[in-house]
């Protein structure tokens, strides 16, 4: 646009204008589709109420990792202090991918396993973990 503003055309919508194509893109797959035609990210934790009522966004679906279950998924400036550390969840079995949220196998590796993804799990993360 030329205000370098994108601005949703839907009926009735009375969203903000964005800054960005990207995420006016993003506006309209979460906002004007229905959820049957959205993907779908559910908690893999058993006795989670989100295992049945899934996440629409996969930023979501981390944030819910990261703040209800305490989880050591760190975020990409990597600001996270040994105090964040200390009250966080982990288990030396299993490593979450911060990219597609993938629980890998400390066994396997510290490269996601998920095809497409090869994530690497980062140093602070295994060490929490035992290894280097």
Request: charged residues 35%; proline residues 3%.
């Amino acid at each position: 646009s030329e205000s370098g503003l994108h601005i949703c055309l839907a009926s009735g919508c009375d969203s903000k204008p964005f800054k960005r194509k990207a995420d006016l893109q993003r506006h309209y797959r979460h906002r004007h589709c229905q959820d049957s035609h959205k993907k779908a990210y559910y908690c893999d934790y058993p006795k989670c109420q989100r295992r049945s009522e899934p996440f629409h966004r996969l930023d979501h679906c981390r944030d819910h990792y990261r703040e209800f279950h305490s989880e050591d998924l760190v975020r990409k400036n990597g600001k996270e202090g040994s105090d964040w550390f200390a009250n966080r969840y982990f288990s030396r079995r299993w490593w979450r991918c911060t990219k597609c949220l993938q629980r890998n196998m400390t066994s396997d590796g510290w490269t996601c396993g998920t095809p497409g993804c090869q994530s690497h799990c980062d140093t602070r993360r295994r060490e929490l973990r035992g290894y280097k």
